[in-house]
């Protein structure tokens, strides 16, 4: 499995981002995420969907702000991300894998990664 990240920029504050995650290899049963890195941070969750789309997980600080998705069809995940703050600043990864129940926020539960999209969010 290969994913390739795509979609980072430079935004102000109050704009909207997608970014999006193109799978190869055979991701449609597996859970998708989206975790990010700040300078200086440690990477942190951000998103998770399962394999079909029917569960989502958002960590607190992007609640009502970001939406994830994806299209087995199109072997892509996305992240909608709404109303950002320059907080949001960060290499945006995504990642998949089988991912136990209770497990989708955790970093070390996903089995492969992609190179990471930057999004700057200026003041």
């Known amino acids: ?3 390739q990240a795509s979609g980072g920029g430079l935004v102000q504050a109050g704009a909207s981002l997608r970014l ?3 799978a190869s ?3 449609f049963t597996y859970y998708m995420g989206w975790f990010r890195q700040a300078p ?4 942190e969750f951000v998103a998770a969907i399962g394999w079909n789309g029917g569960s989502t997980y958002y ?3 992007v609640k009502g702000r970001f939406t994830i998705s994806r299209d087995n069809a199109k072997k892509g995940v996305y992240l909608q991300m709404n109303s950002l703050k320059p907080e949001d600043t960060a290499v945006y990864y995504c990642a ?10 955790k970093m070390n539960a996903y089995d492969y990664w992609g ?3 930057e999004v700057t969010v200026s003041s």
Do not use: H, P
Request: net charge positive; proline share 0%.
């Open 1 to 3: 499995v290969q994913l």
């Open 20 to 22: 999006s995650c193109a």
């Open 25 to 27: 290899g055979r991701t």
């Open 40 to 43: 200086g941070k440690e990477r």
């Open 59 to 61: 960590g607190d600080s």
């Open 96 to 105: 998949a894998g089988v991912i136990q129940y209770g497990m989708a926020m």
């Open 115 to 117: 190179q990471g999209t």
